[in-house]
């Protein structure tokens, strides 16, 4: 039986506290990019998630996402957490609990569909969005996880390689934003401009919180405070870095002037692509995936989104899904056995197939939580109604969802 290892076993609990802590940190990132009158209402999504991905999880979704087997999901075997002790379970973690390994991955499933939200902000329902992320949850965030980090999961079989959540998480998220963003269709009047974000000062502390805590979701995906894990740290960092630089070069060669909102896009976007590659490449690998990815995800939210003319509100498609689409191909083409010898060399170190393998779970997760996606939506807005009311909208969802102000002006 594997002996339980208190250093390991401590860095896996302190990585889950920052993964949860980026649920907040995605709160005021996205809060400060809406309107005032709709910032309540991301601040409440977003935590509320905490609350209901919490319980599903430990609940049913935990069994669901990891217990063994071959077919959909992993069952209901390990459901309300029947099996899930304080002992190692070594085809997992072996040196630490196994209910340090649940609490870390449920802090995975409540982040992911909380950045779909950046596609929808100002203009969902509460009680549909409630059932929604449900429902969403179960259905296309388990079943994936499954397949790629589950034992039995027929991608995992296959030898795709995603270390933090590429496809789990990123590119999943991502594709379910923008099926979302298609099905909810346009904010009230954005054709006639795009609004401004309404705190920055927001942004820029919601950006230095999830990278922050991205620490905690690549180098905690070591599952023990190890040399992969500082591997994971290093290139976590070096990736922002390079993709925060990259996107303020470009804006200042196009506008003429680089943001501040720019290096805060381009450093999520590179957090987002080194995620799958983060246990597998090496630091020169991360700064080219980091200053690549700012070019595609800039292209995304400023050429391609205007051009046809979709309201990803907050660019989560563009953000998410493009930069964890070329995280996940580009671990394909940098990875290495000698970072991570239980991993696989990608097509600059000798071995094409794995390229082909990335390339396959990318098409498959696209395909199938884009379909998931719009059919809940579908669902979920034949029995509640998704949208808000015109007039609720107009008035903002703080208001009218919650019955709050984000500020009170004293006289």
């Known amino acids: 039986m594997n002996m339980i290892n208190s250093g390991d076993t401590a860095w896996v609990l302190v990585s889950s506290a920052l993964v949860l802590l980026m649920t907040p940190a995605l709160a005021f990132f996205y809060g400060g990019m809406v309107r005032k009158k709709n910032v309540l209402s991301i601040l409440m999504q977003c935590c509320i998630i905490l609350g209901l991905i919490s319980v599903q999880w430990v609940l049913f979704g935990y069994s669901l996402s990891f217990a063994p087997g071959k077919g959909f999901w992993g069952g209901f075997g390990w459901a309300g957490l029947n099996g899930v002790g304080l002992e190692p379970y070594a085809d997992y973690a072996g040196t630490i609990p196994h209910q340090a390994f649940m609490v870390f991955q449920m802090m995975f499933a409540i982040i992911t569909p909380a950045l779909i939200i950046g596609a929808f902000a100002e203009r969902m329902k509460f009680s549909a969005f409630l059932l929604f992320t449900l429902l969403w949850a179960t259905l296309v965030y388990d079943p994936l996880c499954h397949w790629v980090w589950g034992l039995g999961g027929w991608l995992r079989n296959m030898g795709a390689l995603d270390f933090a959540g590429g496809t789990v998480v990123h590119i999943n998220a991502g594709i379910a934003?923008?099926?979302?963003?298609?099905?909810?269709?346009?904010?009230?009047?954005?054709?006639?401009?795009?609004?401004?974000?309404?705190?920055?000062?927001?942004?820029?502390?919601?950006?230095?919180?999830?990278?922050?805590?991205?620490?905690?979701?690549?180098?905690?995906?070591?599952?023990?405070?190890?040399?992969?894990?500082?591997?994971?740290?290093?290139?976590?960092?070096?990736?922002?870095?390079?993709?925060?630089?990259?996107w303020a070069i470009i804006e200042w060669i196009r506008n003429g002037k680089p943001t501040i909102f720019g290096f805060c896009s381009g450093a999520v976007a590179g957090l987002v692509a080194i995620t799958p590659a983060a246990g597998f490449v090496n630091v020169v690998s991360a700064v080219i995936i980091g200053l690549l990815v700012s070019v595609l995800c800039f292209i995304a939210v400023s050429i391609i989104k205007p051009m046809l003319g979709y309201d990803d509100s907050l660019d989560a498609f563009g953000v998410h899904c493009i930069g964890g689409i070329w995280g996940a191909l580009a671990t394909g083409l940098f990875a290495s056995k000698a970072v991570n010898p239980a991993g696989a060399d990608g097509l600059f170190y000798g071995n094409p197939a794995?390229?082909?393998?990335?390339?396959?779970?990318?098409?498959?997760?696209?395909?199938?939580?884009?379909?998931?996606?719009?059919?809940?939506?579908?669902?979920?807005?034949?029995?509640?109604?998704?949208?808000?009311?015109?007039?609720?909208?107009?008035?903002?969802?703080?208001?009218?969802?919650?019955?709050?102000?984000?500020?009170?002006?004293?006289?």
């Open 177 to 246: 934003a923008l099926a979302t963003a298609l099905a909810i269709g346009k904010r009230k009047n954005i054709d006639k401009g795009t609004p401004t974000p309404h705190n920055m000062p927001f942004v820029v502390l919601g950006t230095g919180l999830l990278w922050f805590g991205w620490f905690g979701f690549n180098a905690g995906s070591a599952l023990a405070a190890n040399g992969l894990a500082v591997n994971a740290f290093v290139v976590t960092n070096t990736a922002a870095a390079a993709a925060g630089l990259s």
């Open 354 to 411: 794995q390229f082909k393998i990335q390339l396959i779970a990318v098409l498959i997760t696209l395909a199938y939580s884009f379909v998931m996606t719009f059919v809940i939506y579908k669902a979920v807005d034949l029995l509640l109604g998704m949208r808000v009311k015109e007039e609720d909208e107009m008035m903002g969802l703080d208001l009218t969802q919650h019955h709050e102000r984000a500020y009170t002006v004293l006289e």
